[in-house]
């Protein structure tokens, strides 16, 4: 039992660079997140998944796209990468509980963007 | 939205102090965790505590739902107890937690 992993673990891009961050987890959790960590600064949401099929806007979403084309992954999709998405990105999943359950956070994926 | 206030905003201890960090919250919540950001980034659960008290080793949680705060205490503080402390919340109805601005903790030998 893995838990939550991501791929890769750092990253160096150019601006205006593309490149998917991979996010999978093996303890069938409907919900998954994708979260960003600035330095000194604390998560802030960018996109999660419901389930299957779904997702939906965090606090932060512009310039990421998210798929969940299966339970166990959710990619996080840079389309142009600017240095203001330098950051450490972290995955995170949930099962669904009513709320009442542990959510589980992978190891993050330190992303430079020059 | 629900806030989420964690305090103090930093904490530095002498290796073998207790100590105890405080998380608010504005609204009912039916799912509270604590979390330490270790130096190396990882984010590590403590206690999933929506309500009660728990214990793991020299660390302990407790919730008090009613009046929208908890608790959590670090006996006998070691170096590796340094990093950020998270608390962060759920509501009845929500999909996301809301975290606190955490509580950064150094532990100096």
């Known amino acids: 039992n893995a838990g939550v992993t991501q791929t890769p673990k750092f990253r160096v891009l150019k601006t205006g660079q593309s490149m998917t961050l991979l996010c999978a987890q093996d303890m069938n959790h409907e919900y998954m997140y994708w979260y960003r960590q600035d330095p000194g600064m604390g998560l802030r949401l960018i996109h999660y998944s419901v389930g299957e099929g779904t997702t939906a806007k965090g606090e932060v979403p512009d310039g990421y796209n998210v798929s969940r084309l299966k339970k166990q992954n959710f990619l996080l999709g840079l389309e142009s990468a600017a240095p203001s998405q330098t950051s450490v990105y972290f995955c995170?999943?949930?099962?669904?509980?009513?709320?009442?359950?542990?959510?589980?956070f992978g190891p993050g994926t330190r992303l430079t963007v020059l | 939205g629900i806030q989420v206030e964690q305090s103090p905003p930093d904490l530095i201890l002498q290796e073998g102090a207790n100590s105890t960090l405080r998380c608010n919250f504005s609204?009912?919540?039916?799912?509270l965790q604590w979390f330490h950001q270790n130096p190396w980034g990882q984010l590590i659960n403590l206690f999933y505590?929506?309500?009660g008290t728990k214990q793991n080793g020299r660390l302990s949680a407790t919730t008090v739902a009613t009046e929208r705060y908890s608790l959590l205490y670090i006996s006998s503080s070691q170096t590796t107890d340094s990093g950020v402390y998270f608390c962060a919340v759920l509501r009845a109805a929500g999909n996301k937690l809301t975290f606190g601005g955490g509580t950064r903790v150094l532990v100096k030998p």
């Open positions: 995170a999943s949930r099962r669904n509980s009513g709320g009442r359950d542990t959510q589980y």
């Open positions: 609204d009912s919540v039916n799912n």
């Open positions: 505590i929506p309500s």
